[in-house]
Each structure stands twice: as C-alpha cells, then as structure tokens.
C-alpha cells in the first residue's frame, strides 16, 4: 500500500547532541510537510517543501533544519536540541494532482525525547 | 489570519450513541477545504471526512457526516452508532494555502 513512513518512531537524544528525522513516501506526492505535535495540543506546521522549493514558517527556529534530496524523502534536523523540543514530529505528503492537492497524508510520527 | 475553533475541548458518548463536535473557523477567503481529522492514542492522523467550501451538499462517509454551513463558518461532525474505536482525539482543519488545526476535542466512546 502506498503510504507515509517515519523513522524511528521514538528517538531518544540528549540536550544539545544533532538529531535527523526520517520521512518517505510511496505515494509519489510532491509536497511534503513537517509538523510539530506537543502533548494535547494541535500540530504545528514547521517548514514543508513545494517540490525542491522549501518554505520555512515564519516562528520556525533556527535550530529546525530540513533537506530533500529527492521526491521520496525528506530530513528533520534539529541541530542543538533542548528540553522544550521534546515532541511528537510528523511528516506529510500531499499530492500532485488538483483534485487531492489539498488532502495530507500522514505517517505515524516520531516522538523525540530529550535528556 | 485564519483560525479554527473546537470549543469542546472534551467529550464522551455512549457506545451506539450519535454525538456531534463542534468547529468554527474564520476566514476571507472564498475557496477553501475543510476536513475532520481522527488522532487514535497510537497518535497516527487519519482523515475522516472532507468537504469543499463550494459544494453545497454535506460530506458523508458511513457513520460520519458534516454540518457545513458557510455563512455561519461552521463545520460540525456527527458521528453515528459510537463505537469503541472511535475514541480519539478529532481535529477540524481548515485548508487553503497551508493546513490549520483547531485545538482538538478529545472524544471518549464508553461501553
């Protein structure tokens, strides 16, 4: 089945030490995104890439960096994680053609604990 | 700015019982998407229904249908026969450009 696939699903990192996220797709989408979930809250929208056109949220820090270096995958990096990282990541797709342009897809998240 | 709003924060049901959440949104724009999105604990989103701001005709898949009124700004679902497994944090979204989330109602369906 086609689908959205996020690795790991837990991440453990200590304060300060780089950390990647993982995200591929099978759906062939060219739009992907990366969200933000903290406990009992909405996600947040962090950056997502249009294609290879990437598109950072205004309120995004710094430290949230993102690589896609093809259609299938795309990269979370956060470079210095803090305390107040820890959350629940997720990754999402939406597709190419006008009619399930609007629909995302998402994967299972990865839930990133910092020590 | 766009915004979406669940004024229920929480909610419970009966099983087989209907229940109806809540959203409202605010926007200028014309042409949009909503959607219904169901967060299980094992957390992964999964779309429940959609709608598009220019169909006049509410969205139904199953057990679950929309409210959409558009003038109102308003896009509630009503979930029909509760069962177990519909218990699940539900976000309503609002979509042009980019996907915004409501808070969430966390939905409990009890035996």
């Known amino acids: 089945d086609a689908m959205v696939i996020q690795n790991p699903r837990y991440q453990v990192t200590q304060f300060g030490k780089p950390v990647t996220l993982s995200c591929s797709q099978t759906l062939n989408h060219n739009v992907m995104y990366w969200y933000q979930q903290k406990s009992s809250q909405a996600p947040k929208l962090l950056f997502h890439?249009?294609?290879?056109?990437?598109?950072n949220e205004a309120d995004t820090p710094d430290n949230f960096q993102s690589r896609r270096p093809n259609t299938s995958f795309c990269f979370l990096d956060i470079r210095s994680p803090g305390l107040g990282d820890a959350a629940m990541y997720l990754c999402a797709t939406s597709g190419r053609q006008v009619w399930d342009y609007n629909e995302q897809f998402f994967g299972p998240g990865t839930r990133l604990t910092v020590l | 700015a766009q915004t979406v709003t669940q004024s229920q924060p929480e909610m419970s049901v009966q099983e087989a019982e209907t229940v109806t959440l809540s959203c409202t949104y605010d926007t200028s724009e014309n042409n949009y998407y909503l959607f219904w999105y169901k967060q299980p604990p094992s957390r992964q989103m999964i779309l429940v229904i959609r709608q598009e701001a220019y169909k006049q005709q509410n969205a139904t898949e199953n057990r679950f249908s929309v409210n959409f009124q558009k003038a109102a700004k308003s896009f509630s679902l009503k979930i029909s026969d509760s069962q177990l497994g519909d218990t699940a944090m539900y976000f309503c979204a609002f979509m042009t450009s980019r996907l915004t989330f409501g808070e969430g109602t966390q939905l409990t369906v009890n035996p």
């Open positions: 890439y249009y294609d290879k056109d990437f598109n």
